[in-house]
């Protein structure tokens, strides 16, 4: 299984950015796919986390409403629209894969402790 990360990069606060992982050696399908933050000298955070299809999308709450988890399953891709960044949004950004059983609850916080993979994450800088 490989999870590549794209799109990280400079962004002003207040701005845009989207980060895509594609993913191959798996059957997109049958796996849940989350993105997980890791900001210098902080714990990993859960940014969010979804089976897709008609499964509900989890988000952190510091992500809610500015951050939009999407996925195309033809193309084996899933996406983090990212809106309105602020300062607190700077991290490395992994993308990741895990059991559909693991998502459970009102968070991603189950699926953390199950994730199989993880990309070797994207760089997101926000500058002021």
């Known amino acids: 299984v490989q999870l590549v990360e794209s799109g990280g990069g400079l962004v002003q606060a207040g701005g845009s950015l989207r980060l895509s992982c594609a993913a191959s050696?798996?059957?997109?399908?049958?796996?849940?796919m989350g993105w997980f933050r890791q900001a210098s000298g902080k714990e990993r955070e859960a940014v969010s986390c979804?089976?897709?299809?008609?499964?509900?999308?989890y988000y952190a709450d510091s992500v809610k409403g500015r951050f939009t988890f999407s996925r195309d399953d033809a193309k084996n891709t899933v996406y983090l629209q990212m809106n309105n960044v602020n300062l607190e949004d700077t991290a490395v950004y992994y993308c990741t894969t895990g059991p559909l059983w693991a998502l459970r609850g009102s968070d991603c916080s189950n699926y953390f402790k199950f994730v199989d993979y993880w990309g070797k994450g994207t760089l997101v800088t926000v500058s002021s």
């Open positions: 050696g798996l059957n997109f399908d049958d796996y849940a």
């Open positions: 979804t089976r897709g299809g008609l499964g509900t999308t």
